[in-house]
């Protein structure tokens, strides 16, 4: 039961990054965009802070963290991209 409420919060908080990521870079995409963009910048943003010495270790911090890594992905896929 724990893994399956961990799951919908890792999406719930997924989503939420990626949509505050998205209004930050100005972009405007579906809610599926969101939730992935927002767990892969949650682990790319957390790899990065704790690299850096850094750990999230609050609710706040781990949406702050997650949408750093979101911003950052989506800079580097419109650079990808050429846009």
């Not at 997924?14 to 949509?19: I, K, V």
């Not at 998205?22 to 599926?32: P, T």
């Not at 790319?44 to 890594?69: E, M």
């Amino acid at each position: 039961m724990g893994n399956i409420i961990n799951t919908i919060i890792t999406i719930l908080i997924g989503g939420l990054a990626g949509w505050i990521a998205g209004r930050l870079m100005n972009k405007s995409a579906g809610v599926l965009f969101y939730i992935i963009i927002g767990i892969l910048g949650g682990f790319f943003g957390s790899l990065l802070f704790g690299l850096l010495g850094f750990s999230a270790n609050s609710p706040v911090a781990t949406i702050i963290v997650a949408v750093a890594g979101a911003c950052l992905l989506i800079f580097l896929i419109d650079k990808i991209k050429g846009k």
